[in-house]
Nanobody, 125 residues
Framework: QVQLVESGGGLVQPGGSLRLSCAASGFTLNYYAMGWFRQAPGKERGGVSCIGRTDGTPYYADSVKGRFTISRDNATVYLQMNSLKPEDTAVYYC????????????????????WGQGTQVTVSS
Protein backbone atom coordinates (compact mmCIF):
# COMPACT_ATOMS: atom_id res chain seq x y z
CA GLN A 1 0.00 0.00 0.00
CA VAL A 2 1.46 3.33 -1.07
CA GLN A 3 1.81 5.75 1.81
CA LEU A 4 3.16 9.29 1.82
CA VAL A 5 3.40 11.13 5.13
CA GLU A 6 4.41 14.79 5.21
CA SER A 7 5.89 16.56 8.21
CA GLY A 8 7.77 19.74 9.04
CA GLY A 9 5.11 22.36 8.47
CA GLY A 10 4.35 25.11 10.94
CA LEU A 11 4.24 28.82 11.60
CA VAL A 12 7.28 30.86 10.58
CA GLN A 13 8.03 34.56 10.23
CA PRO A 14 8.71 36.11 6.83
CA GLY A 15 12.31 35.47 5.83
CA GLY A 16 12.45 32.30 7.85
CA SER A 17 13.03 28.70 6.80
CA LEU A 18 11.30 25.36 7.06
CA ARG A 19 12.20 21.89 5.88
CA LEU A 20 9.37 19.62 4.81
CA SER A 21 9.81 15.85 4.73
CA CYS A 22 7.77 13.21 2.95
CA ALA A 23 8.26 9.69 4.23
CA ALA A 24 7.42 7.15 1.52
CA SER A 25 6.48 3.51 2.03
CA GLY A 26 4.80 0.69 0.14
CA PHE A 27 6.85 1.19 -3.02
CA THR A 28 10.43 1.66 -4.18
CA LEU A 29 10.95 5.40 -4.06
CA ASN A 30 13.82 5.37 -6.57
CA TYR A 31 11.52 4.09 -9.32
CA TYR A 32 9.30 7.18 -9.36
CA ALA A 33 9.41 10.90 -9.87
CA MET A 34 8.12 12.81 -6.86
CA GLY A 35 6.68 16.24 -6.35
CA TRP A 36 5.65 18.88 -3.88
CA PHE A 37 2.44 20.76 -4.52
CA ARG A 38 0.61 23.42 -2.53
CA GLN A 39 -2.87 24.80 -2.17
CA ALA A 40 -3.68 28.15 -0.61
CA PRO A 41 -7.21 29.02 0.57
CA GLY A 42 -9.43 29.79 -2.38
CA LYS A 43 -6.80 28.76 -4.93
CA GLU A 44 -6.16 25.69 -7.01
CA ARG A 45 -3.50 23.20 -6.09
CA GLY A 46 -0.33 23.71 -8.09
CA GLY A 47 3.16 22.34 -8.54
CA VAL A 48 5.96 23.77 -6.41
CA SER A 49 8.85 21.46 -7.22
CA CYS A 50 9.29 18.03 -8.76
CA ILE A 51 12.23 15.69 -9.16
CA GLY A 52 13.02 12.63 -11.22
CA ARG A 53 16.23 10.98 -10.17
CA THR A 54 18.70 12.45 -7.72
CA ASP A 55 21.11 13.28 -10.55
CA GLY A 56 18.52 15.04 -12.67
CA THR A 57 17.55 18.68 -12.88
CA PRO A 58 14.54 19.37 -10.67
CA TYR A 59 11.65 21.56 -11.72
CA TYR A 60 10.76 24.65 -9.70
CA ALA A 61 7.83 26.97 -10.06
CA ASP A 62 9.00 30.48 -10.91
CA SER A 63 7.64 31.78 -7.61
CA VAL A 64 10.03 29.60 -5.58
CA LYS A 65 13.17 29.46 -7.75
CA GLY A 66 16.26 30.35 -5.78
CA ARG A 67 14.47 29.90 -2.45
CA PHE A 68 13.29 26.27 -2.37
CA THR A 69 15.34 23.13 -2.89
CA ILE A 70 13.96 19.65 -3.45
CA SER A 71 16.01 16.57 -2.64
CA ARG A 72 15.50 12.88 -2.03
CA ASP A 73 17.12 9.80 -0.62
CA ASN A 74 16.02 6.16 -0.65
CA ALA A 75 13.05 6.70 1.66
CA THR A 76 12.23 10.39 1.93
CA VAL A 77 11.66 13.45 -0.22
CA TYR A 78 12.53 16.84 1.20
CA LEU A 79 11.66 20.44 0.45
CA GLN A 80 13.97 23.01 1.97
CA MET A 81 12.20 26.37 2.00
CA ASN A 82 14.22 29.52 2.66
CA SER A 83 13.36 33.21 2.56
CA LEU A 84 9.73 32.38 3.10
CA LYS A 85 7.10 34.93 2.14
CA PRO A 86 3.49 35.34 3.29
CA GLU A 87 2.38 34.21 -0.16
CA ASP A 88 4.00 30.83 0.49
CA THR A 89 1.27 30.14 3.05
CA ALA A 90 -0.57 27.00 1.95
CA VAL A 91 -1.10 23.33 2.62
CA TYR A 92 1.85 21.48 1.09
CA TYR A 93 1.34 18.03 -0.38
CA CYS A 94 3.81 15.35 -1.36
CA UNK A 95 2.86 13.22 -4.36
CA UNK A 96 4.14 10.25 -6.35
CA UNK A 97 4.17 10.08 -10.12
CA UNK A 98 1.65 7.53 -11.39
CA UNK A 99 4.07 5.77 -13.77
CA UNK A 100 7.56 4.35 -13.41
CA UNK A 101 10.29 6.88 -14.05
CA UNK A 102 11.47 6.51 -17.67
CA UNK A 103 13.74 9.51 -18.09
CA UNK A 104 11.09 12.20 -18.37
CA UNK A 105 8.43 13.47 -16.01
CA UNK A 106 6.15 16.41 -15.51
CA UNK A 107 5.10 18.55 -12.58
CA UNK A 108 1.48 18.46 -13.64
CA UNK A 109 -1.15 17.52 -11.10
CA UNK A 110 -2.84 15.00 -13.37
CA UNK A 111 0.31 12.86 -13.62
CA UNK A 112 0.51 12.25 -9.87
CA UNK A 113 -1.75 9.53 -8.59
CA UNK A 114 -0.76 9.17 -4.95
CA TRP A 115 -0.92 11.94 -2.39
CA GLY A 116 -0.09 12.56 1.23
CA GLN A 117 -2.45 14.20 3.68
CA GLY A 118 -0.69 17.56 3.52
CA THR A 119 1.09 19.78 6.02
CA GLN A 120 0.20 23.39 6.78
CA VAL A 121 2.79 26.10 6.25
CA THR A 122 1.92 29.55 7.54
CA VAL A 123 4.22 32.52 6.97
CA SER A 124 3.20 35.43 9.11
CA SER A 125 4.63 37.98 11.50
Amino acid sequence: QVQLVESGGGLVQPGGSLRLSCAASGFTLNYYAMGWFRQAPGKERGGVSCIGRTDGTPYYADSVKGRFTISRDNATVYLQMNSLKPEDTAVYYCARYSRYYSGTYSCSLRDYGYWGQGTQVTVSS
